[in-house]
């Protein structure tokens, strides 16, 4: 069921007669031998059904640079050490575009898809992937009629973070580490 709603998330033009360029992303899976199955994941794990939602792809390819990548590998390193290789892993928008918000256009074309994930997934747990998410997500949850218990929704810190001026980007990457590796432990601990 969700290789039959990424393909129609891939081919849609719902957006086509708007501002922005069409450019459907969604997570990737990892190889098989790394068990991370991203948008394909069904959100079975041993905590019960555990949903990421992320507030839109990112901008650039993150997967072509090179911190880029190491940030996408330590996602999916800490989803592997805490058990969540099948957690559903999701954004509210789903094509890739310029600009830090996202539109009601993008929000109305995208709810049908968000819904029918949520249906397919079915989720006892929602982990919101950056605080824009976080700050959105009771919205989104009403409008799709859902009504989903606030000390099921938890938030993490996005995986495309900030470094500080005075940080090389190694520095930056080692804090991001540390303080990444928390949130998830958290949300671990409480599940």
């Known amino acids: 069921m969700l290789e039959e709603l990424r393909k129609q998330i891939m081919?849609?033009?719902k957006c086509k007669n708007?501002?922005?360029?069409l450019d459907p992303w969604?997570?990737?899976?990892?190889?098989?031998?790394c068990g991370v199955k991203g948008f394909l994941g069904d959100g079975q794990t041993e905590y019960g059904g555990v949903m990421f939602i992320a507030y839109r792809p990112s901008t650039r390819r993150l997967d072509k640079s090179e911190i880029g990548k190491k940030r996408i590998e330590l996602f999916y390193k800490l989803l592997r050490k805490f058990g969540l290789s099948n957690a559903h892993l999701t954004d509210l928008t789903k094509c890739r575009?310029?600009?830090k918000f996202i539109s009601?256009?993008?929000?109305k074309n995208c709810l049908p898809y968000l819904k029918e994930?949520?249906?397919?997934?079915k989720p006892d747990y929602l982990v919101a992937v950056g605080l824009?998410?976080?700050?959105?997500?009771?919205?989104i949850l009403e409008l799709l009629n859902l009504n989903f218990p606030e000390e099921r929704i938890f938030k993490i810190r996005h995986y495309a973070f900030r470094r500080r001026k005075s940080e090389s980007l190694e520095e930056a990457y080692q804090r991001f580490e540390s303080t990444y590796e928390y949130d998830f432990f958290i949300i671990w601990q409480t599940l």
């Open 11 to 13: 081919s849609c033009d």
């Open 18 to 21: 708007y501002f922005f360029k």
């Open 26 to 33: 969604l997570f990737p899976s990892e190889c098989d031998e």
């Open 97 to 99: 575009r310029s600009g």
């Open 104 to 107: 009601r256009v993008e929000i």
């Open 117 to 121: 994930e949520t249906g397919i997934v």
């Open 132 to 139: 824009d998410t976080y700050h959105i997500l009771p919205f």
